[in-house]
């Protein structure tokens, strides 16, 4: 294929050629970067919790009737008592906050009590012995607490546990050489021994000003006996959620009325508490998939007509060529070529364009580089799409027979 | 003659059927997708009260510790300790000054069979009302005598007057908060400025309804309510006391009337973080008096995902205008001999150029009322997401007649081209070659 006759010939359609290379340039860098926002939506909506959600839901309970913390507490080893008793329940604990939860208790870990700057953030939630099994937590190191160990806390009281349970990730943080197991840290400025080591447990806010300290968790072994209610997390027995989740409100009403368990979402299952927690990344990724299909048809449809239109214009042409020798591969090859230099120009205009944009957006939305990858994935997508956008309009020249040549138009 | 250009106009588009509907369908989408995204900003980024806001004013103080400051870069805190919110209140330096928190409160029904529920709430001092400029339906705010006496008075939003007195008159009746009387003084119009200045790092939402009842502050501290969001800058002895603790938790908006009272205020400000300063409270002095827009934006209260969006749309609408230029000028080109009639039986150039700008205003008109569509179907998809602002995205009448100017205008630009193409055709060898 002669690609000499073909730059001539673009040259006499200067305004359109450069259309359809100046469209297919700023679909790839918008392509390209709505990929790599998807890619990262969907990087962030896949990050693990570490507990073991399928089996798992959560109860949010206000106490009616403003008792006191004891009377709470009460109330709440009751409503334990309860829930643990139900057949399709393995386990439950109660706690303050949960993974995906948006709201809870993040506070700073010192290794001095004189130290000024923190050494981690951390958030803290509050559980009794029941926590790890309950949730599905890993222990690697050190053991659970015992339920001597666990005391009532209210609202307002110091967090001054003598024991506290770690992740992984922030006993690596603060212990570098793996021994956080009976060192004494500074929890909300209160000494503090390590009792134990979890695998993994996420944060309660996966928001970016958390993700400082996204697994780095500690859980100190005390009830939140507070007048306003709080949060129990139950364990379903395997396969036994949707009974569990129906059985548990109605068995705490049955036993204590004077409580208030919302309508809507007082009872989610984690499932629900993921989605929830990821709709917006996820409406995010959505929107950004439609625009990306949307601009992909539009130029695809753009370059049809353009080429459709110099198909129409270079009948005459056509037929001569035909007329001459050219047989019709030739003649859909010379489209074909034609689109791909078209192409191969807009490319390259767009792949600086997408780096360009990139960098404007992580100046104005911290969002991180641009990989290669995406830009390479991009001007793959624009090219068969120019390839195969033109291949309707080049098969009907094709077909345009060389005694076209001798007709005047 | 512009009768004849559309009657033209309207001809040629209905003779490439396809054609047409692909440019007016893709000008549309371009077109829907960016006044979806911009209503939403414009929305986002609006002013909360717009005959007020200039003269809002919100002073910034540090209490912190010295630590960790880096001069000329650590901005002053955004929310007071109560020590300072009330020597600032008291000094009386503003026209009109309230300190304010926000908070959850259980409401109990008037009937006996209803559960109470939590309401969002703010404790407020008297002059919350007068410098906000809240609508009243009934009664009024309560004054600095009350906030004085801790009387338990309340001011309830006009959404708990619905529903708990079905909208009467409810001035003078008590209600129970938190398992204690409240003798409601006011009830308010609906009233949510958006976006949420006041509840900005208070513990609030940026956008969406207004609280449900309004306490006097001093009332609502003395049965214990404590406040949404307490950012405590030491160790602390005793949560239930907060007034005492170097605990940050309140904040204070004042209204200053002109620039010289802003002067004022200024080195009153100043001059209260030295003198704290000197009296060993303070290790910083900086200070800061944001009016309420700046303080929105110090706030970064729209959210990065809309404003990406927005950009997003309008790159999306340029390609699309792109797309269109491309495709009118494919169209004017295959018109060369008609075009070529028409100067020849005296059509000067300037009627060739009028004439298809004429048809791509029509493309636009068309692609401006498909446009529309799709704004109703993506501000509808708007709203049904799980956004703060989801129920406030509807078009307004500017935006409406801002969509045909934005369609109108991309396709002029894209008509341009086309059409001056057009224009400097030569007849003679286009009424030679047919």
């Known amino acids: 294929m002669q690609i000499k006759p073909i730059l001539s010939a673009l040259r006499r359609h200067k305004a359109g050629t450069f259309l359809i290379a100046m469209q297919i340039a700023l679909t790839l860098a918008i392509v390209c970067n709505a990929l790599f926002i998807i890619q990262q939506r969907i990087a962030h909506l896949s990050e693990r919790t570490g507990i073991d959600e399928p089996d798992i839901f959560v109860i949010e309970c206000e106490w009616v009737g403003s008792p006191t913390s004891q009377q709470a507490d009460a109330r709440m080893l009751e409503d334990l008592r309860v829930l643990r008793q139900l057949s399709s329940v393995q386990d439950a604990t109660p706690s303050n906050s949960y993974p995906l939860n948006g709201g809870g208790w993040d506070d700073g870990i010192k290794l001095k009590p004189d130290q000024l700057q923190d050494s981690s953030g951390t958030t803290v939630y509050l559980a009794d012995d029941h926590f790890i099994d309950t949730l599905g937590l890993k222990l690697i190191a050190g053991r659970n607490f015992r339920p001597e160990e666990v005391a009532r806390i209210d609202m307002r009281d110091r967090l001054a546990a003598p024991q506290v349970i770690v992740t992984k990730a922030l006993a690596d943080k ?34 970016r000003w958390a993700a400082d300290f996204a697994y780095r968790s500690v859980i100190v072994p005390r009830r939140l006996a507070a007048s306003l209610g709080g949060f129990y997390i139950v364990r379903a027995r395997p396969g036994q959620l949707d009974a569990a989740m129906r059985a548990a409100p109605a068995a705490l009403f049955e036993h204590n009325p004077r409580r208030v368990i919302n309508e809507q979402d007082g009872v989610l299952s984690f499932a629900q508490v993921r989605a929830r927690a990821y709709e917006r990344d996820r409406g995010m990724a959505i929107l950004m998939g439609v625009i990306c ?37 030739d003649i859909l090859g010379y489209f074909m070529t034609e689109n791909l230099l078209i192409s191969l120009g807009g490319v390259l205009v767009g792949v600086l364009l997408a780096i360009a944009i990139n960098l404007w957006l992580v100046t104005r939305f911290e969002m991180s580089r641009l990989s290669m990858a995406y830009v390479l994935v991009g001007v793959a997508i624009l090219l068969l799409l120019g390839q195969g956008a033109v291949l309707a309009p080049a098969l009907r020249a094709s077909r345009v027979p060389p005694v076209e040549a001798t007709r005047s138009v | ?48 009260l717009p005959q007020k806001s200039s003269q809002l004013y919100y002073p910034r103080i540090d209490p912190n510790p010295r630590n960790g400051y880096i001069e000329g870069q650590t901005k002053p805190e955004a929310v007071m300790t109560y020590v300072d919110a009330m020597n600032l209140l008291n000094a009386h330096r503003a026209k009109r000054q309230a300190a304010m928190a926000l908070m959850q409160a259980k409401v109990a029904p008037l009937r ?50 619905d529903k708990l007195f079905g909208g ?54 003395a049965i214990d309510i404590t406040p949404n969001s307490v950012n405590c800058f030491a160790s602390v002895s005793d949560m239930k006391h907060l007034e005492t603790q170097p605990c940050m938790w309140l904040g204070l908006w004042v209204e200053l009337g002109d620039a010289a009272a802003v002067a004022s205020y200024k080195e009153f400000l100043a001059g209260y973080a030295n003198q704290q300063q000197s009296l060993g409270r303070f290790q910083r002095t900086e200070t800061d008096l944001p009016d309420l827009m700046q303080w929105l934006r110090d706030e970064q209260v729209v959210p990065d995902d809309v404003r990406l969006q927005a950009a997003l749309a309008f790159g999306f609408l340029l390609i699309c205008v792109v797309n269109t230029v491309g495709l009118l000028l494919a169209k004017c080109l295959r018109r060369s001999g008609e075009i070529g009639v028409r100067r020849a039986l005296g059509a000067t150039r300037r009627d060739v150029f009028v004439q298809f700008m004429v048809e791509a205003s029509m493309v636009g008109l068309a692609g401006g009322l498909l446009g529309l569509v799709f704004t109703e179907l993506g501000l509808w998809g708007v709203r ?32 341009l081209l086309p059409a001056w193409r057009a224009c400097v055709l030569a007849p003679a060898p286009q009424l030679k070659a047919a």
């Not at chain 1, 110099?310 to 035909?322: E, L």
């Open chain 1, 174 to 207: 603060l212990f570098p050489n793996g021994d956080a197991v009976g060192k004494t840290i500074y929890l909300a400025g209160n000494p503090t021994t390590i009792l134990g080591e979890v695998e993994l447990l996420q944060a309660q806010s996966i928001d």
């Open chain 1, 293 to 329: 299909v949307a601009l992909l048809a539009i130029t695809a449809a753009g370059i049809v007509g353009l080429t459709s239109f110099w198909v129409g214009q270079r009948r005459k042409q056509i037929g001569v060529r035909r007329a001459l020798g050219a047989t019709q591969r």
């Open chain 2, 1 to 48: 003659m512009l009768r004849y250009y559309v009657d033209l106009a309207l001809r040629s588009l209905r003779r490439d059927k396809v054609l047409t509907v692909l440019m007016v369908l893709a000008l549309a989408l371009g077109i829907g997708a960016s006044i979806t995204t911009l209503t939403v900003l414009r929305l986002l980024s609006g002013d909360p």
């Open chain 2, 112 to 161: 006996a069979h209803e559960r109470p529920f939590y309401s969002d709430g703010v404790m407020t001092t008297s002059d919350f009302f007068t410098m906000f400029d809240a609508p009243f339906q009934y009664g009024g705010g309560w004054t600095p005598t009350d906030d004085a006496n801790r009387a338990q008075l309340v001011v309830i939003a006009g959404f708990l007057n």
């Open chain 2, 168 to 221: 009467a008159n409810s001035v003078g009746k008590t209600i129970r908060i938190e398992d204690h009387d409240f003798r409601i003084v006011g009830v308010l119009k609906d009233w949510s400025p958006q976006p949420r200045f006041y509840t900005q790092e208070l513990g609030g939402r940026s956008y969406g309804d207004g609280e449900a009842v309004f306490l006097p502050l001093a009332a609502a501290r």
């Open chain 2, 384 to 415: 049904h997401q799980p956004a703060q602002y989801a129920s406030l995205a509807h078009l307004n009448i500017e935006m409406f007649l801002f969509t045909f100017v934005v369609a109108l205008v991309a396709s002029l630009i894209a008509g």
